[in-house]
């Protein structure tokens, strides 16, 4: 039996709408230029000015920018320790609606779960607490 902590997703991003401003943080990329010349950012890639919900509409679209977020899962590895090889992982979410500029910073990232080590696990084995993230 896998035991590792893990963050409530739910509870994180009430946080995240409870500070001031937050949401319309989350509205500035509607206001940005369009060059479709140009990939400087997420919101200028396919994916985020075609994808579509279940009502075949846009989910990215300037009506709903502050409740449709778009989330980056990333997994990054750390050493804990000072002259050791113990590995820690970390699987956290950025919010793509906000600014680059705010995206990745502490107090807007969603930690999702710790990875213990002192190894990091085998890719198949990443499943176990990519699983317990997607329920």
């Known amino acids: 039996m896998l035991i590792f902590p893990i963050t409530n997703i739910k509870c994180r991003l009430q946080q995240l709408y409870n500070k001031k401003g937050f949401e319309e943080l989350c509205q500035k990329w509607t206001d940005r230029p369009n060059n479709d010349q140009e990939l400087i950012d997420i919101y200028d890639r396919r994916i985020w000015k075609t994808f579509k919900n279940s009502d075949n509409q846009l989910f990215f679209r300037q009506q709903v920018s502050d409740s449709h977020l778009g989330i980056m899962l990333n997994l990054d590895w750390f050493q804990p320790y000072n002259n050791s ?3 820690v992982g970390v699987m956290y979410g950025i919010i793509c609606n906000l600014p680059r500029s705010e995206r990745f910073k502490t107090s807007n990232i ?3 779960t710790v990875i213990p080590g002192p190894d ?3 890719l198949h084995q990443l499943n176990y607490y990519l699983a317990s993230v997607i329920d």
Request: aromatic share 12%.
């Open 85 to 87: 090889q113990y590995s």
């Open 110 to 112: 969603i930690t999702l």
């Open 120 to 122: 990091k696990p085998k």
